[in-house]
């Protein structure tokens, strides 16, 4: 079967796949400069420059993941974009969940965990004329095949394979995530990220926790809440902070 018999609504998709890119991401931004419409998805069995957030590197060789880009064109302020990556979080979730059984979370604000490992990390580029979105590009990659991470990613990285024990049909698995996507996106669009917070609050990995976060200053903090734009809500001491962007680390 292909990618398209999965799909919900094959009209909101325009799916191109390739089987080797430097960066899904990439060919993302260039399609999206000329003129992309909403809802183009850019997809790779390879990647050889694979970007992860922080200018780090994302391993993505061997066809052993679903390494994907989305692109969409909200009418919405860049300052929102965040939003946008936390929805995709939430929709990986979901579809992992529903296909694999596997107990995904989500580390707020995009990682998608099994326990302390990362299954999925997100990667969003926004493109702007001034204050106003011009497009932005959703990358998503998820570990599928991967029976043994290198190095420190050992002990921090896992996949599909490892948590339920499948092979996974990665058509399946994209389609999935892009319907679930669609509806998020388009609750985002019609009425803002608090029309989903329920449903991303009822998969956090994070809500109730110690956490660290990291950033120009750390600090420890209870997480308490996600807020209407999809902020953290920390307790400090007694002092509630909302945190706007930044990398949690769970204490236990
Ligand atoms: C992270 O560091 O957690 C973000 C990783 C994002 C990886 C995906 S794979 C598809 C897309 N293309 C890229 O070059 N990066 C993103």
Redesign the pocket.
Known sequence: MDIKDYLSNKDFWDILCFDTLS????EARRLGFDGAKEGTVISAKN?T??????G?T?L?ADGE?L???VITRPNIAVDSVPAITLIAGLSVCTAIRRLTGIDALIKWPN?VVVGRR?IC???SESFASGYDLDFAVT???INCDTLCFPGELETIATSVIIESGRRINKARLLAEVLNEFEINYRAFVEDGFETVCEKYKALSAVLGKTVKIIGAQSFEAVAVDIGKGGELIVLEGNAERAVYSGEVSLRF
């Not at 960066?23 to 990439?26: G, H, V, W």
């Open positions: 960066s899904t991401n990439d990647q420059n694979g970007r992860g957030s922080k780090r994302w993505s993941g390494c994907f880009s990682d990362k990390g997100i990667l990358g998503i990659g």
